[in-house]
């Protein structure tokens, strides 16, 4: 334990740990419906729709294609595979590279998020750092190092303070990401008010669905599928049986179970 | 006999039911509209949320049981809360399947797709009402561009397999049930299915593809009596056959030795305790003597 701990007046825990505590939740409740109001139905395509489960089907293929007798299993590779007729080889998409910048349908979505998610949380962050300045809020029960003064205790011009207590704002950004759980407890799965989740699917950006380019998908799963050997796992399955009893064990009872009960 | 005063362990233990019977489609539809009807008339309020997902379920029930009325009612009120729903649609057309005004719901179900030719629901519906009227072929015209569009749906190959069968077309039967079994590769009644159509089929190379789907199916489930009947049985047609050399016999005869002696045992088993214990053992090893397929 460096240095002497502080003693925080207690009305800085019932005038700004609290309040700031049910803003953050309030203002994320209010994103979620805000959200639901401004958010339109995708359309989902049906050729989209139709790749996604053929390239299922061929890695179920690639996977489980070992239970079925061999024939089967050279015929459907077949049907994949061909050099002339397969379906991976024959079909070809064709891709319209969805530019950001001018698809104004993805265009207006990312302004809407911008609008729903960011813009609130600079507006709050701004008028907490400006209402709650100039004390320390609460202190973080790990040691940080002297780096991350400047970011946390913006507006306490101490030089010997702990970099552990932090100020107002930094509680409310601990709050955004750490109410999370408890938006899924109230909102229930797949909540507008999810920071973080949306953060990520903005970062990870086109990476969504068949869209970006169904044509390299299926020249991957062709090579997975090329290399695929029949290994037949049915092989030896009558002499691993016989060499033991069956296991009857839950076949009888002694009343019969008549209706469903 | 309802009292006012269900108490609430009551009213939970019917939801209870009803979500168990939803999870695991079951179709005791009777059942359900019992349970169901009572919940829906006196205990509504309680409910919450639930309530619709219930109306829905004792409404395709009643369908079932052929109570229009309680259909009718229970469509109002989904109606009523979900006025554009395609979900909702598709039960109107299934209320009018059950009345067999297949045409007008043809029509409802086209409307649906012209919407959203994604949904699955409605086509599924359409291809039922051509079973239903009996045209198998265009049934099965219908179902495979079904299929052809949506590759996954194991619903849709199921029913496939059931169709080819009744055709008795068993190859392109057991093409469906190879699906499913990729798709599904630790369920027992899959390959227990797969090997019937085999043994069906006829010829060595499918009896012996059927004594290994059997004795797959048994090895995921050593209870199943069919899989062990069937295994006996391929065994057995094999080793009769003229054509096999013997070592091949040999083997099958051993294998068919020991599925019988395990269907003893179960017979045994079974009677454990009980006086006609003999006599069902002897019955069952008559049976397995006269289902010996000799040579022709």
């Excluded at chain 2, 083997?251 to 002696?261: C, I, L, P, Q, T």
Aim: aromatic share 10%.
């Amino acid at each position: 334990m460096a240095g002497p701990e502080l003693l925080l007046d207690s009305s800085i825990r019932l005038w700004v740990v609290l309040p700031i505590v049910f803003i953050t939740f309030f203002v994320g409740v209010l994103r979620h419906y805000v959200t639901q109001l401004i958010h339109n139905e995708k359309k989902v395509d049906l050729q989209q729709v139709s790749d996604s489960q053929v390239l299922l089907h061929s890695r179920i293929l690639r996977e489980n294609g070992k239970y079925l007798p061999k024939q089967s299993f050279a015929m459907r590779k077949h049907y994949f595979n061909n050099p002339e007729t397969g379906f991976f080889k024959k079909v070809k998409r064709k891709v319209i590279p969805k530019n950001p910048m001018t698809d104004t349908s993805m265009l207006t979505d990312m302004m809407k998020g911008n609008l729903t998610n960011v813009l609130p949380m600079i507006l709050i962050g701004g008028w907490i750092n400006w209402a709650f300045s100039g004390f320390v809020t609460t202190k973080v029960p790990f040691p940080l190092t002297l780096r991350f003064k400047p970011m946390l205790q913006r507006g306490i011009e101490l030089i010997s303070l702990d970099a552990s207590w932090v100020s107002s704002a930094s509680w409310y950004f601990l709050n955004v990401f750490g109410l999370r759980s408890m938006y899924t407890l109230i909102l229930g799965q797949d909540n507008g008010a999810d920071q973080s989740r949306i953060m990520q699917s903005q970062m990870t950006g086109a990476a969504m669905a068949m869209s970006p380019d169904p044509n390299k998908a299926f020249k991957s799963e062709w090579e997975a599928l090329e290399i695929v050997e029949h290994k037949w796992a049915l092989e030896n399955v009558e002499e691993e049986l016989v060499c033991q009893d069956l296991n009857f064990r839950g076949l009888f009872k002694a009343e019969v179970q008549v209706s469903v009960d | 006999i309802t009292s006012t005063n269900v108490s609430l362990s009551c009213i939970s233990e019917m939801r209870d039911k009803l979500r168990k019977w939803r999870e695991e489609n079951y179709r005791n539809s009777e059942q359900i509209v019992d349970v169901g009807e009572e919940l829906l008339n006196e205990h509504a309020s309680k409910l919450g949320d639930d309530i619709w997902i219930i109306y829905e379920q004792v409404m395709i029930a009643a369908l079932d049981c052929s109570r229009d009325d309680l259909a009718w009612s229970c469509l109002q009120e989904l109606k009523r809360q979900f006025p554009d729903s395609h979900r909702v649609k598709r039960l109107a057309g299934m209320r009018l399947e059950a009345l067999e005004r297949y045409e007008d719901a043809n029509k409802l179900y086209d409307s649906i797709l012209q919407d959203d030719p994604t949904n699955t629901a409605a086509r599924k519906r359409k291809i039922s009402i051509l079973r239903a009227q009996g045209k198998s072929s265009e049934a099965i015209r219908e179902l495979n561009e079904y299929l052809e569009q949506f590759v996954g749906d194991q619903e849709a190959w199921h029913e496939l397999s059931e169709l080819y069968i009744n055709e008795h077309d068993y190859a392109k039967a057991a093409f469906c049930l190879e699906e499913l079994m990729m798709t599904n590769p630790h369920n027992h009644l899959y390959c227990e299915q797969y090997a019937e159509v085999k043994y069906t089929q006829g010829g060595l190379e499918n009896l012996e593809l059927a004594r290994k789907y059997f004795a797959q199916a048994l090895k995921l489930n050593n209870r199943n009596m069919r899989a062990l009947f069937g295994l006996y049985m391929s065994a057995s047609h094999i080793a009769a056959s003229p054509k096999v050399s013997a070592k091949v016999k040999k083997d099958n005869m051993k294998y068919g030795a020991w599925a019988a002696s395990q269907i003893s045992r179960a017979y045994q088993m079974a009677g454990r305790g009980k006086k006609e214990n003999k006599c069902s053992v002897k019955a069952v090893e008559e049976m397995l003597e006269s289902m010996q397929i000799t040579m022709s």
